[in-house]
Structure formats: C-alpha cells, structure tokens
C-alpha cells in the first residue's frame, strides 16, 4: 500500500499566481480530507468528501480556495489567487468510513507564496 | 466552533523519563485519537480510543478516554530521542452519517539525550 500520495512536496510561487496541489487517497477509502497546517493555527479541516461528494467545506478560508474530487483516487485544492498569507502546509488524508477511525495523512505539500 | 486544548506548547525531557500529556475540551467526542507527527511527514495514528474510561497501549504508550469523554491524556514511559516530535490529540464526533475530526494544536516533544 503506497498510502497517501501528495504532489507537489514543495511550491513556491509568488503572490496571485494559481496553485494546484493534489492528492491520491489510498485505495479503497471512501472519504479524503484536505488540512491546512500553520504554526499560529495548527491543523485547520479545509474541506472533506465522502464518496466524491463535498460534505462540509465550511473551512475553507475564502473564495480563492476550491477543492475537487472527480473521481475516487483523485482529488485537487485550487488557491487562485494565492496570496503570502496561504504559506502553510496543506495534507490531504483519507479514511474507510464505515470502519475504524484510522485517518491516514500524506506528506504533505509544503506552500510558500512570496 | 470545536476546540481541543493541549498544553504546553512545548515539553522538554530527559531521556529515559516519562511524560504525560493532557488534551482538554468544552465538547463531547465519541471518539479520541492521538497522532505523532515527524519533520517534514504527516501526523501518524499512536492510538485510538473508542468508550469512556478506555485505557489502551500500544507499547511504551498508554492513553485513556476520559469518563466525562470531555478529556484525554497520552503517557509515554522511558522517552527516547525518536520519541521528538509534535504530538496531536484528535476527537471525533458524528453528525448524521458522516463524522470528522478536530485536532488540538499539538504539543512538541524534545528529548536530551
């Protein structure tokens, strides 16, 4: 089992230029979670899918933010545009949901927005 | 909103002590889970709690859903330097069908060698 896959590791763009991370859950889990990680706020829950739908995305900090799941294996977070302020790291992690609470977190990718 | 209190923000031990942590909130959950996290990785599950008063342990870990299901704390016994690292508690709580989780902002562990 590969786990979680996030690409890029590392971006670095400047200020109103568009962003795509994306994610590959594990194979077979049915809900993916996309966090956002600072020193000031911690582990913040941008948004979260289950079966490919968008339950909650109550998180996400503004407009700028979107978040897709076109199919099981494959979801992306879109900051456009990104500004210094979304500097963080943004996890994407993935769960069976009916089963034990075993959350699985990626890497992660690593954002800086100069 | 939810939160989750853990304090400090950093521990500073000695290798070979023990350390307790501590996670806090006004809420219920119906489930507490504590993660590890490493430089440059994603937060890893240590151990999960299902039922009020459970006390589990997962080697030199041991961690106990507190009886209000309002608290939880994570003990672990004879710290080694691999033990460094920023450890998170989590609650989980349901809302109809589906259930998501609430991290606390985490507590960095250092140990002296």
């Known amino acids: 089992d590969a786990g979680v896959i996030q690409s890029p590791r590392h971006e670095v763009t400047e200020m109103g230029q568009e962003v795509t991370l994306r994610c590959k859950p594990i194979s077979g889990h049915n809900s993916l979670f996309w966090y956002r990680q600072t020193m000031m706020r911690g582990l913040e829950l941008l948004i979260y899918f289950n079966n490919n739908v968008p339950i909650d995305d109550s998180g996400m900090p503004e407009d700028r933010f979107s978040a897709k799941m076109p199919n099981a294996s494959f979801s992306t977070l879109k900051i456009q545009p990104s500004e210094p302020r979304d500097s963080a790291v943004y996890f994407c992690?993935?769960?069976?949901?009916?089963?034990?609470?075993?959350?699985?977190f990626g890497a992660g990718s690593r954002l800086t927005v100069l | 909103g939810q939160q989750l209190n853990q304090s400090p923000q950093s521990m500073f031990i000695q290798e070979g002590e023990d350390v307790s942590m501590n996670c806090t909130s006004s809420?219920?959950?119906?489930?507490w889970l504590w993660y590890k996290q490493d430089p440059g990785e994603g937060p890893v599950l240590l151990i999960a709690l299902y039922k009020a008063g459970e006390l589990t342990s997962n080697g030199r870990l041991t961690a106990q859903f507190g009886i209000t299901r309002k608290d939880s704390f994570l003990n672990i016994s004879a710290s080694i330097p691999s033990d460094v690292g920023i450890y998170f508690c989590a609650g989980r709580t349901y809302t109809g069908a589906n259930s998501k989780l609430t991290f606390g902002k985490g507590i960095t562990l250092s140990v002296r060698p």
């Open positions: 809420s219920i959950f119906n489930t």
């Open positions: 992690a993935s769960r069976w949901e009916s089963g034990a609470n075993v959350l699985t």
